[in-house]
């Protein structure tokens, strides 16, 4: 099993739309978890960190389940400019260094 | 403000030739420091990351190494490049472990080198 897995999707969905995708790990102990966006041939950027009651920024809500080991993100109200992968990371923190796992993402089409 | 920095943005090296890629970030002190590799249409691999200067861990065993000479200074390097080298390079930063806090962990990226080998 994947540390972190997530459906590549694509998923195509039309504007205005909400669509939520999730993305599961397989460390219990793992401490911090977060989504980024990437664009075609861009870096990552960071979207949300994901805390223990879940949050919302806008459109967008992230939320975690330590008990099935999965966090979500659900998009609202879909526009164009939401297409891009979705990435979801993870982290395991041990002694004074970090490991973070990235998830190979989730492809999100928004179309007109 | 943070900033980071990455350079080259493209290069394209011929096999068995050596590599150099530099990465500085601005408007912070002690930050960890990352090197991430993404192959085309793939995730992001992790390579090295740095909690210091001089301190290196390495996540993938290869023919790549990374050195940190400054504090805002990651340099990842190859004596001799291999065609599975080619792929886009990250740098990223986050803040320290001394800082604490939730926002620890927060990764921010680099612009990225795309890299092909020849």
């Known amino acids: 099993r994947k540390e972190v897995e997530q459906d590549p999707g694509p998923f195509n969905v039309p504007e205005g739309a909400t669509v939520a995708f999730n993305c599961t790990y397989s460390?219990?102990?793992?401490?911090?978890f977060f989504w980024y966006r990437q664009d075609c041939r861009k870096e990552p950027k960071l979207l949300m960190s994901v805390y223990s009651s879940g949050n919302e920024d806008g459109r967008f809500t992230a939320q975690l389940n330590r008990a099935s080991q999965y966090i979500s993100l659900l998009i609202r109200d879909s526009k164009l400019s939401d297409s891009a992968t979705y990435l979801c990371?993870?982290?395991?923190?041990?002694?004074?260094?970090?490991?973070?796992?990235f998830g190979s993402g989730t492809r999100l089409s928004i179309r007109p | 403000s943070q900033t980071i920095h990455q350079w080259p943005a493209t290069l394209v090296q011929p096999v068995g030739s050596p590599l150099s890629l530099e990465c500085t970030v601005e408007?912070?002190?002690?930050?960890?420091l990352y090197w991430y590799r993404q192959a085309a249409g793939r995730g992001l691999q992790l390579l090295f990351y740095?909690?210091?200067?001089?301190?290196i861990s390495s996540e993938v065993p290869q023919n790549l190494s990374a050195s940190r000479p400054q504090d805002r200074q990651f340099i990842l390097s190859s004596k001799k490049l291999l065609l599975s080298d080619s792929g886009f390079y990250l740098c990223?930063?986050?803040?320290?472990?001394?800082?604490?806090?939730?926002?620890?962990?927060?990764?921010?990226f680099g612009p990225g080198t795309r890299l092909t080998v020849l």
């Open positions: 990371v993870v982290n395991s923190q041990y002694s004074s260094a970090s490991k973070i796992i």
């Open positions: 740095s909690v210091g200067i001089g301190q």
């Open positions: 990223a930063w986050s803040v320290g472990p001394l800082a604490g806090g939730p926002r620890m962990n927060e990764q921010f």
């Open positions: 460390n219990s102990a793992s401490q911090s």
């Open positions: 408007g912070t002190s002690n930050p960890n």
